[in-house]
């Protein structure tokens, strides 16, 4: 089946640093990729949604200029957090679908959990 | 808005052992509905879906039916076994567009031997 990977599953930094989380398709070409935060014993909340070329949709409330997602390759996307605080450590997890695999289809990712000290 | 509520968990349960957990959701029109199963260290799975009012989803022993009337999807099977221990999250999502999922809480699962 589809397998979605995300680079690393887990990372600590420093207040101020920025810090990026790749999410790959393995074997499948991803035109659209989802970006989602989940907090302790939260839902998962949508951030953004990234269409291969092109700027990534963002959720209202969400700020564009700190997590940058850019998705250049049918099988890359990445998101970064910029200038990282406490506040934004969380798990955040990608997601992929493609035309082929079905309108329902969404592959997650692991999800990549980030400690920000 | 739209929104997903489902019971909070944690919940464990022996072997054999019957399974539901609840799932309502509030909607403006007539979402899809999922079901989606995470294991221990891996990326969330669908596990099943409902596209439409009185579709019944099922999958690896699992049912879930599309209840307009009540707004629920509750996810139900007959004799857990503990490969089955996970998180459950009930989802929806509109056809078209960017098919955007809206998730619930999730409800972490531990069966026993």
């Known amino acids: 089946g589809a397998v979605v990977s995300q680079h690393p599953s887990r990372v600590i930094c420093k207040s101020g640093t920025s810090v990026k989380i790749e999410c790959r398709s393995l074997?499948?070409?991803?035109?659209?990729m989802f970006w989602y935060r989940q907090f302790p014993k939260q839902s998962l909340m949508l951030m953004a949604t990234?269409?291969?070329?092109?700027?990534?949709?963002?959720e209202q409330g969400v700020e564009k200029d700190k997590f940058l997602i850019n998705h250049a390759s049918l099988t890359l996307s990445t998101l970064t957090v910029t200038s990282a605080h406490p506040e934004d450590s969380s798990f955040y997890i990608c997601?992929?679908?493609?035309?082929?695999?079905?309108?329902?289809?969404?592959?997650f990712g692991p999800g990549t959990r980030l400690t920000v000290t | 808005g739209n929104s997903v509520t489902q019971m909070e968990g944690p919940v464990t349960l022996s072997e054999e052992a019957f399974l539901t957990i609840n799932c309502t959701y509030t909607?403006?029109?007539?979402?899809?509905l999922f079901w989606y199963v995470q294991y221990p260290g891996e990326g969330l799975q669908l596990l099943l879906k409902?596209?439409?009012?009185?579709d019944k989803g099922s999958n690896k022993g699992f049912e879930a039916t599309y209840r307009k009337e009540t707004t629920s999807f509750h996810l139900e099977k007959g004799s857990v076994q503990v490969s089955d221990s996970a998180v459950y999250f009930c989802?929806?999502?509109?056809?078209?567009?960017?098919?955007?999922?809206?998730f619930g809480k999730g409800m972490k699962l531990t069966v026993n031997p």
């Open positions: 074997d499948f070409q991803a035109t659209t």
């Open positions: 989802a929806l999502s509109f056809q078209g567009g960017s098919e955007k999922l809206v």
């Open positions: 990234s269409n291969e070329g092109s700027k990534a949709t963002y």
């Open positions: 909607a403006t029109g007539y979402p899809s």
């Open positions: 997601s992929a679908r493609a035309p082929g695999l079905g309108p329902y289809e969404q592959y």
């Open positions: 409902a596209t439409k009012a009185d």
